[in-house]
């Protein structure tokens, strides 16, 4: 059972319907005392880092979060939810979860390319274990920031877009997409089979 956390900044539905689909078993939940007997967890995340923060701070989200990442539950962090497991951004004054030490930094616009980073781009995969059974590693993209990781050996992929990236990160039991999985259609199907299996 994966449970999902609704702190009202994430895409819910679509997380649910795809993981429905894909026949796994999940829940959502605005509870940190239910998110305590979670067996994993997902992370989502649209919008701004210290509005985000802020809601789980004042939830009670952070501390439950930070605890089962400890005991070893399997947590992954999903575009903005991602980013939030980071140290600190360069977007807000709020300490981040700081699960994967990185500080989370604002694209400058390079030649013709635009910000935010939007649409469809590679992932080149340095850490095969999300990425078993893909053809192809394409996802889909929205952002305007990106996880600058303090340890090279915390970054599971990288993306380009006028610099090199990391588009998804690892930490034992702590898991990071900068891409939705649940917007990249076949290739995002597999990559949440694969984080339900583990």
Known sequence: MITIIDYGMGNIGSIVNMLKKLGIKSQTTISPIELLEAEKIILPGVGAFDNAMEKLNR????????????EGTPILGICLGMQLLGTSSEEGVLDGLNLIPAKIR????????KVPHM??????????EMYQN????RFYFVHS???????????AGTTDYGIRFASSVRRRNV?????????SHKYGMQFLRN???I
Not at 134 to 137: D, H, M, S, T, V
Not at 145 to 155: K, R, S
């Open 59 to 70: 939830l009670g989200f952070s501390e439950v979060i930070r605890k089962k990442a400890v």
């Open 106 to 113: 604002k694209f400058c616009p390079v030649g013709k390319l």
């Open 119 to 128: 649409g469809w781009n590679r992932v080149r995969p340095l850490n095969q």
């Open 134 to 137: 893909l053809e192809e590693n």
């Open 145 to 155: 920031y990106y996880f600058d990781a303090e340890e090279e050996n915390d970054i």
């Open 175 to 183: 898991y990071g997409a900068q891409f939705h999985p649940e917007k």
């Open 195 to 197: 984080f339900n299996e």
